[in-house]
């Protein structure tokens, strides 16, 4: 039976939902292996709306995360509130200001972030079940709220992110844009993809280990 990950998006657009690269880059690397995916999303509003050529945030526009997140999808999604652990073997989460947003109120609070208490519930089962867990970008910081203290991950070098996940109870592991942090004991793995990345295929080499060792992990 072919591996199935499940891919969880939190909008559409690098400073208010889902970073795209890295959603379509993490998207294209399952497909290479031949594992197949499913897209989730919370069925919320976003935090707020970023005009992306201003970067401006966009005064009285609202828009839908689960609704957003299915551009990237071509339509292809589900609730995040449908997700269950037991359907797949593995699960991602591509990065982008979404995560920091609209899954966790990092951007706002920092290390006194809330995370979405619908996606901590979904990925307790993922780690229940020893199944492997891959996070890029800026949403490593998520990981001491979400799955506990302890646990190794990496967000790059960033000193201001790193901190917080220190003072989260996390261990923050510096690494280059090319490379992963894997904790092996927790099965978790993470990338800095575009916390460091200055071109797509910096992010890509980063992204393509991170599935390939999901990959791998899947199989143990």
Sequence with gaps: MTKQVAVILSGCGVFDGAEIYET??????LDQLGIGYRCFAPDIEQHHVIDHRSGEVARGESRNVLTESARLARGEISPLSELAADDFDGVILPGGFGAAKNLSSFAEAGANMEVLDELRE?????????????????????????????????????????????????????????????????????????????????????????????????DL
């Design 24 to 29: 379509t880059l993490t998207l294209l690397r």
């Design 122 to 218: 979904a990925l307790a089962d993922f780690q229940a079940a020893r199944k492997p867990i891959g996070l890029m970008c800026i949403a490593p910081v998520m990981v001491p709220k979400l799955l506990g203290p302890g646990i190794a991950v990496t967000i790059g070098h960033d000193p201001g992110v790193s901190g917080a996940i220190s003072a989260m109870g996390g261990l923050h592991r510096s690494c280059a844009v090319e490379e992963i942090v894997v904790d092996f004991e927790n099965r978790v793995v993470t990338t800095p993809a575009y916390m460091l990345a200055t071109r797509i295929s910096e992010a890509a080499t980063g992204i393509f280990k991170l599935v390939d060792r999901i990959d791998e992990m899947m």
